[in-house]
């Protein structure tokens, strides 16, 4: 893992430039070790280098440190491979800020920044465990926590683009903070994700409405361009298994022995089906 420069290097200036006090709105100048703004709201760099910036309560604390964990190894498995190359291949805008709302880990807003040489990123999460990975994720990342119900710290119009991947959509925030070509980059699941595991586990499904839901949450600001189904067959061994239940909502609906039993049941490896909808949105000219 590629450790991740602090805030105020070079490398990193156009990502501070982009950032807002969440107390007062106004811009930081580089600082190494943290953020200070002018009228002199000052936020720490954490050890693990990522910047608090909520500025007072979130309404979720985010992922604890075991479902982070979880997120991590099933990640690095290359599961999920599948669905970084689709949003690497839809980020068809020019150089500039990459944000990923509910980074987690950083593993997804990593790989667009690979494919995107010209551009920095920035990772944004309330769990302060899931910023720790996501602070490290890529030389050209930066890490924040804050929370996009109560608003992202971020410039008007500063954003080329913005990913959202499993994460809660905050469609007024994301309308204000991308720029008029920017690209609001959505990754939901479908019915079938995970359904051999679903049935198999009795872990929680996927409302079959959730798309008219998103749609109808961001049809006032945004204009859907495209929307693909990415689906891979996954073969997976129980050690996988129990990380993609452990990382997802599934880890706290089944009790963990009775959960352990259910997977020793399984066959090794197991075929199972990742099913995803990715939707590509501009900003609407009523959403500004």
């Known amino acids: 893992m590629v450790q991740t420069l602090p805030f105020g290097v070079f490398v990193l200036a156009e990502v501070v430039r982009c950032l807002r006090c969440p107390v007062c709105g106004e811009g930081f100048p580089p600082a190494v070790g943290g953020l200070r703004c002018a009228r002199g709201h000052s936020f720490n760099q954490a050890r693990q280098g990522y910047v608090d910036l909520t500025a007072g309560p979130v309404r979720h604390e985010g992922d604890g440190a075991e ?4 997120r991590a190894d099933f990640l690095a498995g290359g599961h999920y491979g599948f669905i970084s190359a689709g949003l690497a291949q839809a ?15 950083g593993a997804h807003l990593a790989a667009v920044l690979d ?22 994720c890529h030389p050209r990342a930066a890490a924040v926590r804050a929370d996009a119900w109560s608003g992202l710290p971020l410039a008007d ?13 905050q469609g007024a925030e994301f309308a204000r903070v991308l720029r008029p070509d920017g690209l609001l980059l ?7 994700h995970l359904t051999e595991l679903v049935t198999a586990l009795d872990l929680l499904r996927v409302d079959p409405s959730k798309e008219d839901r998103l749609a109808a949450g961001l049809s006032r600001w ?13 073969w997976l061994q129980q050690a996988a298994i ?18 352990s039993s259910r997977v020793a049941a399984l066959p090794a490896p197991a075929g199972v089906t990742a099913s995803v909808r990715l939707g590509v949105y501009s900003v609407a ?4």
Do not use: C, I, N
């Open 222 to 234: 945004f204009r859907q361009e495209s929307s693909t189904v990415l689906r891979q067959r996954l």
């Open 157 to 169: 119009r500063s954003v080329s683009l913005l990913l959202d991947v499993f994460a809660p959509r």
């Open 285 to 288: 000219p009523e959403g500004r």
């Open 186 to 192: 959505v990754v939901t699941p479908e019915p079938d």
């Open 115 to 136: 494919a995107r040489p010209h551009s920095h990123g920035l990772a944004v999460d309330v769990s302060r465990y899931a910023l720790r990975r996501a602070a490290r």
């Open 242 to 259: 129990r990380a993609v239940v452990g990382m997802g909502p599934s880890a706290w609906h089944v009790p963990a022995e009775e959960l």
């Open 91 to 105: 980020a068809s805008v020019g150089p500039g800020l990459v944000v990923d709302v509910g980074a987690g880990t």
């Open 67 to 70: 479902m982070v964990a979880a």
